[in-house]
């Protein structure tokens, strides 16, 4: 099979990290908001899945932007965009939060960091929020600024993550509490880190603002990480599926409800604050839901999903598997399924065609078990 690459142009941009991780043995690429994501390195799959979970890996997640909306009715704009009630959100904190369209319809799963009641951030998944916030901003009226910051956004993952950030930031960073942030001092320049990643094997991410600093300090975190077993990353296939860490765009897009997606908590329909979809998601919550996000299990030992494949019950379609990979810890594939219904709530067997071979697998709840 001949290689496929990248095409590199001015629309799909390079981070401030991309010289490095291609010295470092990045072996593929993703697109995500227009720009170059890490996909692979040089160790496979399984070895560097290991080593995510037993060491601390650095990652270039600048492709994940961030939207600033600023001024008067900045709050009213974020509140309007989702389902999840930031009415008493606290400054210096990050919040999931499902954003969605007119219909329910998911948008974006990025986490919104609130500065004050003027300012805040909205640290997004793949799709273009910046321009869904302009429209609705003009639409309302709506005295605010919104712009794309230069942030590009590093992350350090593990679990020795910490170890190698006190060498650097002191104690202070280990006061950190679980979806806040603050800023951090690193050579006369102040770095945003949050407690947060995706990943669940702890860690955090630091917005990088100035260039220069930001890759000082890339460069400082693999000296310094060398007792550590310190190694590039970038966010793991089987690490996620495991932690059912959902990737929209991949598990859900705009067809897809976040009661559908199992983010129920994250959305609040009984309360007097102003969305975008309200009554939809009132009436869908009213009737039920038709399909259901669920997990699946295959005795199989690879997989090599590119698209959406039907799983059948006595040849009747019940749903698609979305996302799917070999699990070391269950020693089978496992993947993220959209079940319709009854079958979400009857879970059971499937029947699934692979490479012209039908399989059997089973429906079951994430996270996985």
């Given at each position: 099979m001949s290689n496929q690459y990248i095409a590199k142009s001015r629309r799909l941009r390079s981070t401030i990290y991309s010289s490095r991780i291609?010295?470092?043995?990045?072996?593929?690429?993703?697109?995500y908001n227009h720009m170059l994501l890490p996909a692979g390195f040089q160790e496979g799959l399984e070895e560097t899945y290991e080593h995510l979970k037993n060491h601390v890996q650095i990652w270039d997640v600048a492709a994940e932007r961030q939207i600033e909306i600023k001024g008067k009715d900045s709050y009213q704009l974020v509140q309007l965009m989702t389902c999840r009630d930031l009415s008493k959100a606290k400054?210096?904190?990050?919040?999931?939060?499902?954003?969605?369209?007119?219909n329910g319809g998911m948008i974006n799963d990025p986490v919104i960091l609130k500065f004050n009641?003027?300012?805040?951030?909205?640290s997004i998944a793949d799709s273009d929020v910046l321009l869904f916030a302009k429209g609705l901003a003009i639409g309302k009226k709506?005295?605010?600024?919104?712009?794309?910051?230069?942030?590009?956004?590093?992350?350090?993952?593990?679990?020795?993550?910490?170890?190698?950030?006190?060498?650097?930031?002191?104690?202070?960073?280990?006061?950190?509490?679980?979806?806040?942030?603050?800023?951090?001092?690193?050579?006369?320049?102040?770095?945003?880190?949050?407690?947060?990643?995706?990943?669940?094997?702890?860690?955090?991410?630091?917005?990088?603002?100035?260039?220069?600093?930001g890759?000082?300090?890339?460069?400082?975190?693999?000296?310094?990480?060398?007792e550590f077993n310190v190694k590039p990353g970038c966010p793991h296939l089987i690490e996620r599926i495991e932690g059912a860490l959902l990737s929209y765009g991949n598990d859900m897009d705009i067809n897809d409800n976040p009661l559908e997606c199992g983010l129920e908590k994250f959305?609040?329909?009984?309360?007097n604050i102003e969305f975008l979809g309200k009554e939809n998601l009132i009436k869908i919550q009213n009737s039920g839901i038709e399909k259901k996000l669920m997990g699946v299990k295959i005795n199989l030992d690879k997989i090599n999903l590119r698209s959406a494949i039907s799983l059948t019950k006595n040849d009747k379609i019940i749903g698609e598997i979305r996302s799917a990979v070999f699990s070391p810890r269950f020693n089978k594939v496992i993947g993220i399924a959209m079940i319709n219904k009854?079958?979400?709530?009857?879970?059971?067997?499937?029947?699934?065609?692979?490479?012209?071979?039908?399989?059997?697998?089973?429906?079951?709840?994430?996270?996985?078990?």
């Open positions: 291609e010295n470092q043995g990045v072996t593929s690429y993703t697109v400054d210096g904190k990050c919040y999931y939060c499902p954003i969605i369209d007119e009641n003027e300012k805040w951030w909205i709506l005295e605010v600024s919104i712009s794309e910051p230069d942030v590009n956004i590093m992350a350090v993952q593990g679990p020795k993550a910490f170890n190698l950030l006190e060498k650097i930031f002191g104690k202070e960073i280990l006061d950190l509490k679980f979806y806040n942030f603050k800023y951090f001092n690193f050579k006369s320049t102040q770095h945003l880190i949050a407690r947060s990643g995706w990943s669940k094997q702890g860690g955090v991410e630091i917005y990088v603002e100035d260039s220069k600093s890759l000082a300090l890339y460069d400082l975190l693999f000296e310094e990480g060398r959305v609040n329909l009984d309360t009854p079958y979400f709530f009857n879970k059971g067997k499937f029947d699934i065609l692979i490479n012209s071979k039908k399989y059997v697998g089973e429906i079951c709840d994430i996270p996985f078990e």
